[in-house]
């Protein structure tokens, strides 16, 4: 404002001298930053090339950790595997800080420190994403460290899976934002009372959002050129709905931390999430980070 009053003087004054040089100075002013974000939201063909070039990279990356990690490795010497898989394959950098938590630490949401050893029994939870021609990648994938899971982190992963699977199938043109997160609580809210893990009538711990002792975050975000990428979730007041070129996150998660009271011990330290990157279709949606496996199938080891 202050700089547009200093024009509007100056060319004032000028305009007196040589009224035909004079430009006109703006009287209204609009932020552009929303409408930037709304464009972004919306990714062009070229941008989805280079996001599903980020997702493909990433997710094989992926796919190399969990055939090369051991007990009595380090968390960081997984990172420094991404991260080379994805510089050596056409990532010019990371699109975050990678997480590679081993046990206990895959309840810490944002745990970055990668600085324990992995130890024989432990999920390994890594959530990290190489980026491409700046555009992000945002994969989690959860395993077990000696390849096999046991019968209560396998539980778990089942009911993770399924709920993301279920989340992924509400991704599609005229469904709204609120619609993955909605159907994933529900399955894992009746999944956690099958197993005992919450306890009472599941109408009552749908209304109470039990699910949150175990399930603290929402269903996903946005991705882009940032990982938590522009554009508005609500519009006047309403979640919004998905439209085709639209990309975003599906990443459920249980995490029952050694700390939980009241609970059976065989469940503690079991932190599991499941992250893939969407592309909204026409017709549905296209994972892009399809490569990186998780079924259980795929991912346990002889
Ligand atoms: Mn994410």
Not at 267 to 289: F, H, K
Request: hydrophobic share 40%.
């Amino acid at each position: 404002m202050k700089w547009l009053n200093v024009a509007r003087h100056n060319f004032h004054f000028k305009s007196r001298l040589e009224p035909q040089s004079v430009l006109q100075v703006p009287s209204i002013l609009i932020d552009i930053l929303p409408l930037i974000s709304e464009a972004r939201l919306f990714k062009c063909p070229v941008e989805i090339e280079y996001m599903r070039r980020a997702a493909q990279i990433s997710a094989l990356a992926h796919k190399r950790l969990m055939e090369q990690c051991r007990p009595g490795q380090m968390e960081y010497q997984l990172e420094a595997w991404f991260n080379a898989y994805c510089l050596e394959n056409g990532c010019r950098g990371l699109a975050y800080n990678s997480i590679v938590a081993s046990g206990n630490n895959s309840c810490t949401l944002h745990y970055v420190a990668n600085d324990q050893a992995i130890k024989n029994n432990d999920l390994i939870l890594v959530d990290a994403g190489g980026e491409y021609n700046y555009y992000a990648a945002d994969i989690t994938r959860t395993y077990p460290a000696n390849g096999k899971f046991t019968k209560e982190q396998r539980q778990i992963y089942e009911l993770v899976l399924r709920a993301q699977l279920a989340g992924i199938d509400q991704v599609k043109p005229g469904n709204r934002w609120n619609s993955v997160q909605d159907t994933m609580v529900k399955i894992i809210t009746t999944g956690l009372l099958e197993l005992g893990i919450l306890k009472g009538d599941l109408q009552q711990l749908l209304t109470t959002k039990a699910h949150r002792q175990f399930y603290m975050h929402s269903s996903g975000h946005w991705l882009g050129m940032d990982v938590h990428d522009v554009g508005d979730y609500k519009v006047d007041g309403n979640w919004r709905t998905f439209e085709p070129g639209m990309v975003l996150t599906v990443e459920p998660g249980i995490y029952i931390h050694n700390s939980t009271k009241n609970i059976d011990s065989k469940w503690l330290g079991i932190g599991i999430r499941i992250e893939d990157d969407l592309l909204v279709t026409s017709n549905g949606n296209e994972v892009l980070s399809s490569l990186a496996p998780k079924q259980i199938a795929e991912i346990e080891r002889g």
